[in-house]
């Protein structure tokens, strides 16, 4: 089914240029742009937003680098959209991300890792929710 999938572009893609070449590579693999938005994120937003991450050894650093220059936020629509978008971007770690993914592509680290993507239907939601109001989406 047509469903729906939140992502963000991160500090580390932005700063090196790559936002037009992964929202093509966005849009050439069928998705198509419900919301977006250029914001940089605050340490109470980021912190809110990963707040599922609180406990784990990398949520300070995740929060310092999600917030250190602006992203790229945005709803993206598609037939099986977050299984679809996972497996456009490769996985967390770009060391370990397949071949001509997003991460594979154009990230360096775990941390700068160029994009975010909601790993369930239900998270897509809230992700969505958290970032943009009804007026906003398209
Ligand atoms: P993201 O999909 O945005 O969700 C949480 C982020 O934490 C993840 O991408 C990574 O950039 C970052 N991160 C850093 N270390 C780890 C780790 N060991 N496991 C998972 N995510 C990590």
Redesign the pocket.
């Known amino acids: 089914a047509t469903n729906r999938t939140f992502t ?1 572009i ?1 500090p580390d893609a932005v700063a090196n240029g790559h936002i037009g070449a992964i929202l093509n590579d966005i849009i050439a693999d069928g998705f198509s742009i419900v919301a977006m938005k250029y914001i940089q994120l605050t340490k109470k937003t980021a912190g809110d937003f ?1 707040a599922v ?1 609180k406990e ?3 949520y300070g ?2 929060v310092n ?2 917030t250190s220059g602006p992203i790229v936020a945005a709803i993206l629509e598609k037939d099986n959209a977050v299984a679809d978008f996972r497996k456009l971007i490769g996985a ?2 770009p060391a370990e991300a397949a071949e001509g993914t997003i991460r594979n592509k154009y990230a360096k680290s ?4 160029a ?3 909601s ?1 369930s239907n239900e998270n897509a939601e809230i992700e969505g929710n958290f970032f943009f109001s009804q007026f906003e989406r398209f």
Do not use: C, Q, S, W
């Open positions: 963000m991160k990963y991450h784990r050894p990398f650093e995740l680098f999600m967390t770690n775990i941390d700068a890792n994009v975010h993507g790993d």
